[in-house]
């Protein structure tokens, strides 16, 4: 009897819960769903056409992805337990000429020992190392096709902040991926070997494997070679990517095709720049120059007969000689500091013959100089 009570019990224990529970959930509705033969969609009238900065976009794209090239290259890196390990970079680069040729960054080639090219109909290539010029980070790289289309080359001379740019490349090895953005400043800025004069920063999105590619403006002319961005520690666009300017890349391009070098003028001296108190001071007859306190023996500038300092002296903590010629101006443009100097080289080869405007005491002189040839930069 008392299992029986307990099995009574058991039972309305069971119903309580259903009812509580169902009732928790309240009545069942109609079911919402619906199961059309056609969906019928709020489509638009008609194909949408773009609008003209959105064409510029594609004509810009259009025009130049036939020249951008992707580059692969094989070095070979040294493991202390398995010995010689091969590793591949990537990069980009855009072809120059109807021989082939292709410009790129100096770092997407660097100590390659195998270079392999892939054009934008995927065709692929070996490629060899014509030319390098590490100061500037340009290379130049050839591939045996002959028709592949050549990118159209601009002038970066004029160019102003907030100029639409965009770039073209294979950031993360994303073939014919093409970004955009602005000029953000004309800057001088510290490569991977040296400083990049008037450098164009940009905004446009450039990754790892963009080097090399081109900044185009808006007309789809090259006007930069991508090639270094600011990541703040972090292997991606941080919205402040760096490239060369086109025109220090023309300057050299004979050189490193036919010689496989760049050959950089150089005056051959050693400066200091002066401003307004040090002539004071000195008692030199110009307000601002380059003072010459050394002349490289068999240079250019000890052959055109200019002065070093004969007297010795301390600027700060730093000795220097005093008594050398002052240098005002080259080819009238007037000089203060090594940064201008470097500026008048960009556009000058070695072999060019240029007039320098110095004070010699109180004796302003003219003297031509025929530039002579450095490794390094001028």
Known sequence: MKSLRLFFLAILFV????????????????????????????????????????????????KALPSVVNITSTAVAFDFWYGAVPQQGAGSGFVIDGEGHILTNYHVVENARQVEV????????????????PAHDLAVIQIPARDVPRAEIGDSKNLVVGQKVFAIGNPFGLSGTMTRGIISS????????????????????INPGNSGGPLLNSRGQVIGINSMIFTGGVEQSAGIGFAIPINTAKSVLDDLVHLGHARYPTLGVRTIPIGPDLAGQMGLSADS?????????????????????????YLGNMPIMLGGDLVVAIDGQPLE??????????????????????????????????????????
Not at 25 to 36: C, D, E, K, N, Q
Not at 43 to 57: I, K, R, V, W
Not at 121 to 131: E, S
Not at 197 to 205: F, S
């Open 186 to 205: 004309i800057r001088s800025v510290r490569g991977p070997r040296g400083f990049i004069d008037e450098a164009i920063q940009t905004d446009a999105a």
């Open 118 to 133: 892939t054009t934008s109909d995927k065709k692929k290539y070996k490629a060899q190392i014509v030319g390098t010029d």
């Open 15 to 62: 119903a309580a819960f259903y009812l509580v529970m169902n009732r928790a959930r309240g009545p069942a509705g109609p079911s919402l769903v619906t199961r059309p033969s056609h969906v019928e969609l709020a489509e638009a009238a008609g194909s949408q056409s773009l609008d003209p900065d959105e064409q510029l976009n594609v004509t810009v794209y259009k």
């Open 337 to 378: 500091d090594q940064l201008e100097l470097s500026h008048a080289m960009q556009s000058r080869r070695a072999g060019d013959s240029v007039t320098l405007t110095i004070f010699r005491g109180k004796k302003k002189m003219d003297l031509k100089v025929v530039l002579g040839e450095s490794p390094g930069t001028a």
């Open 289 to 313: 120059g380059l003072l010459i306190v050394q002349v490289v023996p068999g240079s250019a500038a000890e052959r055109a007969g200019l002065h070093g300092g004969t007297e010795r002296a």
